[in-house]
């Protein structure tokens, strides 16, 4: 008895496959070519993030905010708010394609605070989509990097436009004199806290205490205004207090006049005394000040308007070395305090699928569904043709005819079964 035939060699899986080996290439082509293109262009552009890891050497709080030199405390991620990303943007034109607003929107941007043994560090993700270059995109995040630099220098860049300012809106010389102490004594403690200023800057500071108490000596001898209008300001603040006087005196009159004789011992009894006391001490006081800024007059011969002149330029003076002080400190504030250190590059990619990736992928997946449709359909067309062999062979049998490609194809059937007897 004929041995009948079981399970499919590789030869027969090889020759079904070979047969279809057009298929096959064009399906591989299209596969290997769309499937590159879609995880670059696609898929990929969907998982790209950028990412970047900085610290930056500003002070931090047991509870991780942020503490600004300028006493502020803010939360790290305050760095990417919608209002810090928009200021960001609007800053530079080259950010204008940056869709924040979708960015915050849809959580395609995120900042984790990170401590370790080395420190803290920050790090920054955010999708790719969003920057029309790496360029662009590392831009971006470094200015969300700088977030606390730009803070502190504005709040620092301030402080000498502001020296000025204030001093010039001091009534008189010596409450412009008393402000500028006050500005060298702060100066004085930041340069402590601060690191980075040197020691001729520190004892510039002490040096310029040294004048200002000086100055104050000269003041409290031989006063001048150096100005018309601060004369005006002295007048108007004579009247108010003359009238506040004015008032105080006739409370306290009023009072006095509440006092009643005691029928029997002669003595005194006061009522309302407490009050009495405090309005005897409003007028003493105020009678005081008025006196003082009495004493305050316009020079009038060439002695003192020579003295009031040189007493204007060393206070002028001394606000210029305050201002100078103050960038000193606004220079070294934004260089050391809120400097901005990177852990590597500025950016770098993640998930991103490169052409050879994308195309290697695309290959291998390629060829498993060029091999699979081959054999199927190769499969389908040899069934097809044994099909219709066995049908020629069933009408050879009805009709006593051979047709000649049945002739041919059972004498190869015949050869092969005798071989496979054999």
Same mark, same amino acid.
């Given at each position: 008895?004929?041995?009948?035939?079981?399970?499919?060699?590789?030869?027969?899986?090889?020759?079904?496959?070979?047969?279809?080996?057009?298929?096959?290439?064009?399906?591989?082509?299209?596969?290997?070519?769309?499937?590159?293109?879609?995880?670059?262009?696609?898929?990929?552009?969907?998982?790209?993030?950028?990412?970047?890891?900085?610290?930056?050497?500003?002070?931090?709080?047991?509870?991780?905010?942020?503490?600004?030199?300028?006493?502020?405390?803010?939360?790290?991620?305050?760095?990417?708010?919608?209002?810090?990303?928009?200021?960001?943007?609007?800053?530079?034109?080259?950010?204008?394609?940056?869709?924040?607003?979708?960015?915050?929107?849809?959580?395609?941007?995120?900042?984790?605070?990170?401590k370790g043994d080395s420190g803290v560090t920050y790090t920054v993700r955010v999708k790719a989509d969003y920057f029309r270059s790496a360029d662009v995109a590392s831009a971006f995040i470094h200015e969300i990097a700088c977030t606390g630099s730009r803070e502190i220098y504005k709040w620092v860049?301030?402080?000498?436009?502001?020296?000025?300012?204030?001093?010039?809106?001091?009534?008189?010389?010596?409450?412009?004199?008393?402000?500028?102490?006050?500005?060298?004594?702060?100066?004085?403690?930041?340069?402590?806290?601060?690191?980075?200023?040197?020691?001729?800057?520190?004892?510039?500071?002490?040096?310029?205490?040294?004048?200002?108490?000086?100055?104050?000596?000269?003041?409290?001898?031989?006063?001048?205004?150096?100005?018309?209008?601060?004369?005006?300001?002295?007048?108007?603040?004579?009247?108010?207090?003359?009238?506040?006087?004015?008032?105080?005196?006739?409370?306290? /009159? *009023?009072? =006095?006049?509440?006092? +009643? &004789? #005691?029928?029997?011992?002669?003595?005194?009894?006061?009522?309302?005394?407490?009050?009495?006391?405090?309005?005897?001490?409003?007028?003493?006081?105020?009678?005081?000040?008025?006196?003082?800024?009495?004493?305050?007059?316009?020079?009038?011969?060439?002695?003192?308007?020579?003295a009031s002149n040189a007493f204007t330029v060393k206070l002028e003076k001394l606000l210029a070395d305050v201002q100078a002080l103050t960038a000193v400190d606004e220079c070294h504030y934004y260089k050391n305090t809120s400097l901005v250190s990177y852990e590597g590059a500025h950016v770098v990619?993640?998930?991103?699928?490169?052409?050879?990736?994308?195309?290697?992928?695309?290959?291998?997946?390629?060829?498993?569904?060029?091999?699979?449709?081959?054999?199927?359909?190769?499969?389908?067309? /040899? *069934?097809? =043709?044994?099909?219709? +062999? &066995? #049908?020629d062979k069933a009408d050879v049998a009805s009709d006593g005819e051979i047709p000649s490609a049945v002739q041919e194809n059972g004498a190869s059937e015949s050869t092969e079964n005798v071989e496979e007897k054999k």
């Amino acid at each position: 008895m004929d041995e009948e035939r079981s399970g499919v060699t590789f030869g027969e899986i090889f020759r079904t496959i070979w047969s279809q080996k057009w298929l096959a290439l064009i399906v591989l082509l299209v596969i290997t070519l769309a499937g590159t293109l879609g995880l670059k262009y696609g898929y990929s552009s969907l998982k790209t993030e950028y990412v970047s890891t900085f610290s930056v050497n500003i002070n931090l709080g047991e509870d991780g905010m942020l503490e600004y030199p300028d006493n502020t405390r803010h939360n790290f991620r305050d760095m990417i708010s919608l209002e810090n990303l928009n200021s960001i943007k609007e800053a530079n034109e080259d950010f204008a394609s940056v869709n924040v607003d979708a960015m915050r929107k849809n959580g395609d941007i995120s900042i984790s605070q990170n401590k370790g043994d080395s420190g803290v560090t920050y790090t920054v993700r955010v999708k790719a989509d969003y920057f029309r270059s790496a360029d662009v995109a590392s831009a971006f995040i470094h200015e969300i990097a700088c977030t606390g630099s730009r803070e502190i220098y504005k709040w620092v860049r301030g402080l000498a436009a502001d020296t000025g300012v204030s001093f010039n809106e001091k009534l008189g010389n010596e409450q412009k004199l008393e402000f500028l102490k006050s500005q060298l004594i702060a100066i004085e403690a930041r340069f402590k806290n601060l690191g980075g200023i040197s020691d001729a800057a520190k004892q510039k500071v002490s040096n310029l205490l040294l004048t200002a108490t000086a100055l104050a000596g000269e003041l409290h001898t031989a006063y001048y205004e150096p100005s018309a209008e601060a004369l005006d300001n002295y007048v108007n603040l004579i009247k108010g207090l003359e009238s506040e006087l004015e008032l105080a005196k006739s409370v306290l /009159n *009023n009072l =006095k006049g509440l006092n +009643v &004789n #005691a029928p029997d011992s002669g003595t005194t009894v006061i009522l309302n005394s407490a009050e009495i006391v405090r309005y005897a001490e409003m007028v003493a006081k105020l009678e005081q000040q008025i006196d003082v800024y009495k004493q305050y007059h316009a020079p009038t011969g060439a002695e003192e308007i020579a003295a009031s002149n040189a007493f204007t330029v060393k206070l002028e003076k001394l606000l210029a070395d305050v201002q100078a002080l103050t960038a000193v400190d606004e220079c070294h504030y934004y260089k050391n305090t809120s400097l901005v250190s990177y852990e590597g590059a500025h950016v770098v990619q993640e998930g991103d699928f490169g052409f050879i990736k994308s195309g290697l992928l695309s290959l291998v997946v390629g060829l498993i569904v060029a091999l699979l449709a081959a054999y199927i359909v190769g499969y389908i067309v /040899n *069934n097809r =043709k044994k099909a219709s +062999v &066995n #049908a020629d062979k069933a009408d050879v049998a009805s009709d006593g005819e051979i047709p000649s490609a049945v002739q041919e194809n059972g004498a190869s059937e015949s050869t092969e079964n005798v071989e496979e007897k054999k």
